[in-house]
């Protein structure tokens, strides 16, 4: 740090998400990664944006007890399709009904992050939209891909960062990071509104 510059900011992950630990790296090496604990059943009724709103939100507070010089990030995502909400598949078997069920067809992503500046108690959320179209898939390309990949810890069972990127035939965004867990750039707004200098 520069003699008279701003101390370096705590930057806390309110995620043990490798997928999203790997994300943040890319604007900032230092940072700390606290497991929320939040609970994330669904609630009956509620929207699919939300849902991910409310649960990055909890990630957020959960991760920030006991810190009062911190600002802490939390997000979630949530896939839909036709309204329907697609949790992880947790089993090679759901992530092949999941995929059997989204060939030909447009999933929507709806990824939250909530960034909490445990200084002043500031509360800043912002929600990307992504639709993923599907190509057609037969069974065995769908086997194949989730025996090569298994994507057994990822809303639609998929990863979009490797062999994933295959299945589709359209991606619409506005940021390419959020559909792997962290919109980036909403995150880097919202951080330098917190006093982080990026780049």
Do not use: W
Request: aromatic residues 4%.
């Amino acid at each position: 740090m520069s003699a008279g510059g701003p101390p370096p900011l705590r930057l806390v992950l309110g995620s043990t998400s490798r997928y999203r630990a790997e994300l943040l790296r890319r604007l900032c090496a230092d940072f700390e990664q606290r497991a929320p604990g939040t609970d994330e059943a669904a609630r009956a009724g509620e929207a699919p944006a939300l849902r991910a709103q409310r649960l990055a939100v909890a990630k957020a507070a959960e991760a920030a007890i006991g810190l009062s010089d911190a600002v802490v990030i939390g997000s979630d995502q949530v896939a839909e399709l036709d309204g329907l909400i697609l949790d992880k598949p947790g089993t090679a078997a759901n992530a092949c009904a999941q995929l059997a069920a989204s060939r030909g067809r447009q999933l929507q992503f709806h990824t939250a992050v909530c960034v909490l500046d445990t200084r002043s108690g500031r509360r800043q959320v912002h929600i990307d939209l992504t639709r993923v179209r599907f190509r057609d898939l037969d069974a065995a390309e769908i086997a194949r891909y989730v025996e090569r990949e298994q994507p057994l810890d990822c809303a639609g069972s998929f990863k979009c960062e490797g062999l994933g990127i295959s299945l589709f035939e359209q991606i619409d965004s506005h940021d390419p990071t959020a559909l792997i867990g962290l919109p980036l750039i909403a995150l880097a707004r919202l951080l330098r509104e917190c006093g982080m200098l990026l780049p």
